[in-house]
């Protein structure tokens, strides 16, 4: 059984910088892309930056390039996402998803992930 753990939320103020990491256990041999997507209060989730299994491809959503980066250091977990400048508007619920894939590209629809964690909390003060 896979379970994904993200950690490294938490209470900031506008402009400080967060590392959150994505870990798991049970992971089988395999390549794995990732995304990490938010979701604040009242709102949709919404992804917010993706890897593919080899690091080459990249997605950012709009709001955050420039600001976040997302880092892995192979096919497997754990996920970065390195987060500056952080602002008010940044106040959500993160999640880190994983799929086991042999396609080297980033995957954008919540449906093509196939495991997530439980998500942690940031809240950005302004």
């Known amino acids: 059984q896979v379970h994904l753990v993200e950690s490294g939320g938490g209470l900031v103020q506008a402009g400080d910088s967060l590392r959150l990491s994505c870990t798991t256990s049970?992971?089988?041999?395999?390549?794995?892309?990732a995304g990490w997507f938010r979701q604040a209060p009242g709102k949709e989730r919404e992804l917010v930056a993706a890897?593919?299994?080899?690091?080459?491809?990249?997605y950012y959503g709009d709001s955050v390039k420039g600001r976040f980066t997302i880092s892995r250091d192979n096919a497997k977990l754990p996920v970065y996402l390195q987060m500056s400048s952080l602002k008010a508007e940044d106040t959500a619920v993160y999640y880190c998803?994983?799929?086991?894939?042999?396609?080297?590209?980033?995957?954008?629809?919540?449906?093509?992930?196939?495991?997530w964690g439980q998500g942690t909390q940031v809240t950005v003060s302004s």
């Open positions: 890897m593919s299994w080899s690091g080459s491809r990249t």
């Open positions: 049970g992971l089988s041999f395999g390549t794995y892309g």
């Open positions: 998803a994983v799929r086991d894939t042999i396609f080297d590209s980033v995957m954008i629809a919540e449906r093509e992930y196939e495991y």
